[in-house]
């Protein structure tokens, strides 16, 4: 099933001589469950292409379609209604609220779509993320690859259609950023959990089921590993 589709989407900056596609007439789609790495250096259009994916930013031309959705077409307040209950996002630096929990940063989403909260639901994902013991410890009292882990848990919990994850390990060590792409992995397997990872390391995109190279705003290769 195609969870994820975009058709000739282009992103613009500035105007007359001075206008550049970011994202350039990019098309491409994701089943679900699958583990797709985005790749490209620094500049090459990756993370606004990641922007865009998540409704964080919106193309100045071309189509974004989530689990049937055409969100680049939503009005501001139902694309934040869908972001929040189909997207999870992980960021490079957690973005972790600092006055809660670990647990109470997982399940903040849930809490602010008016939902509550799956006890076994929380319970499997803490567990899976090994923070179980770290539940009631405030972001400051974690380590830089237990905030991810926590940062994951908050973008997974509700159970989006997919996860991007945008450069997760750029802020981490070696040993860190090998737990934290081992964890995406398991994410993928345990709850086929369609996921997207923006980098620029070719080793955690070789992590990935597929590859799509992006250079200059364009795709200039994709397919299998």
């Known amino acids: ?8 989407l282009v992103k613009t900056y500035g105007e007359g001589d001075n206008a550049f596609n970011a994202v350039d007439d990019i098309s491409f789609s994701v089943e679900e469950g699958e583990f797709v790495a985005i790749i490209g250096a620094s500049g090459s259009g990756k993370s606004t292409l990641m922007h865009l994916l998540g ?7 071309g189509s974004i379609i ?3 959705e055409e969100i680049s077409h939503l009005s501001n307040d139902r694309l934040a209604v869908f972001r929040r209950r189909q997207i999870g996002i992980v ?12 647990e109470e940063n997982i399940t903040l989403p849930v809490e602010l779509d008016g939902k509550t909260v799956d006890p076994a639901r929380l319970e499997d994902v803490l567990t899976k993320l090994g923070i179980a013991e770290k539940r009631r ?5 974690l380590s830089g690859g237990q905030q991810q882990r926590v940062s994951i848990g908050r973008a997974i919990i509700h159970q989006p259609s997919i996860l991007l994850a945008d450069e997760p390990t750029g802020n981490l060590d ?5 737990d934290i792409v081992n964890l995406l992995k398991l994410m993928n397997q345990t709850y086929h959990q369609t996921i997207l990872i923006i980098t ?3 080793a955690i995109a070789e992590q990935a089921d597929r590859i799509i190279r992006i250079r200059d705003g364009k795709i ?3 397919g299998q590993k």
């Open 220 to 222: 200039v290769e994709e």
């Open 200 to 202: 620029h390391n070719p």
């Open 91 to 102: 960021y490079q630096f957690y973005n972790l609220i600092p006055i809660l929990t670990a």
């Open 174 to 178: 070696t040993k860190a950023t090998a």
């Open 66 to 68: 989530i689990n049937g």
């Open 137 to 141: 410890n405030l972001p400051n009292q």
């Open 1 to 8: 099933m195609e969870i994820l589709k975009t058709e000739h």
């Open 55 to 61: 409704g964080v930013d919106r193309p100045t031309s």
